[in-house]
């Protein structure tokens, strides 16, 4: 095993110049951990956040530090001979950063509880950009909000990371979908299963959508009031859950007051749970599309893309051949 390898960590908060590809030192495999050759890193919205001095940036207490949280990779290391995963095995996952060092980089060791083997039927980059968005939209659609058949789910950002498995999951479990997008994702948001589907440059969602008994709200308040306005399309006692971090500083009080229920959402890394996605992902079932692909050194270009707005789907980061 090599002692260092190639790596892009952040040295401050920043915007996306901060960014900065190097070489650090290799991470070591402890306990039950296993060690995995990256192959390709999902960027995700909380990796930007955090970068910018947002996120978990507080929990940070060492630098140079390695951000990213998805991964899909080759285990190079086992915890012990008759562990189910072994080297050679092709693996997808989840890592808590800062706890853990993050996955732009070529290696990570990782607890084996967040790892799933990577659905066959997928590349190492389609991989990648599962893990985060797809255990937090199965988080809030299926374990929280409990999609099922006749339930009206309205879903805000149903074309981002997030959203796009979202809008999947609450179909695939019954429910009726009304999802949020720009007009030049409606027709792909009806692929993937939506009954409704909403322009909101064109149309006030709550003119179009009303007695609905959950929102999945991945906007908040940050842009011309989604969140609050959503309040009002809920039939009375129905569930709001709200995801992005600091987007809905008053969510709490302001989901009693309008007399529904309001929750936020923590991603786990639950390799389990994942399991479970990645035979929905190898069977066809649901799918994961990424839209834009950088190569590690490029991970500043790839940050300024995420930021920019409009992704479908995912942006992922080519880490190593696979």
Not at 206 to 212: C, F, G, I, K, W
């Amino acid at each position: 095993m090599q002692q260092t390898m190639r790596a892009v960590v952040v040295d401050k908060a920043g915007d996306a110049g901060t960014l900065r590809f190097t070489e650090v030192d290799a991470p070591d495999r402890v306990s039950s951990e296993l060690l995995v050759k990256v192959v390709a890193a999902g960027i995700n919205p909380i990796d930007a956040k955090t970068r910018a001095g947002g996120g978990v940036f507080s929990a940070i207490h060492h630098f140079p530090a390695v951000l990213g949280q998805d991964f899909s990779g080759v285990v190079v290391e086992s915890p012990y001979e008759a562990h189910p995963l072994q080297p050679g095995d092709e693996v997808f996952g989840m890592v808590m950063v800062p706890r853990y060092g993050g996955t732009y980089a070529e290696y990570v060791s990782v607890p084996s509880l967040s790892i799933a083997r990577k659905p066959s039927t997928l590349s190492h980059i389609e991989a990648a950009g599962a893990p985060v968005a797809a255990l937090t939209a199965w988080g809030m659609v299926v374990e929280l909000a409990k999609a099922h058949e006749g339930q009206r789910m309205l879903i805000h950002a149903g074309a981002g990371g997030v959203g796009h498995f979202a809008v999947q999951f609450a179909s695939y479990f019954g429910a009726y979908v009304i999802a949020t997008g720009s007009g030049h994702n409606l027709p792909w948001l009806r692929e993937l299963g939506a009954a409704e589907v909403i322009d909101y440059s064109a149309t006030r969602f709550e003119d179009a959508a009303s007695n609905v008994d959950v929102v999945i709200d991945l906007i908040g308040n940050v842009h011309d009031d989604t969140g609050t306005r959503s309040l009002s399309v809920l039939r009375p006692g129905g569930l709001i859950i709200n995801v992005p971090t600091g987007s809905w500083p008053t969510f709490a009080a302001d989901a009693r007051a309008a007399g529904v229920r309001g929750t936020g959402y923590k991603t786990s890394p639950d390799g389990h749970t994942l399991a479970v996605i990645s035979r929905l992902l190898e069977s066809g079932a649901v799918r994961v599309h990424v839209d834009q692909i950088f190569d590690l050194e490029q991970a500043t270009d790839a940050h300024r893309a995420l930021e920019g707005g409009h992704t479908r789907g995912k942006i992922v980061l080519k880490v190593a051949e696979g």
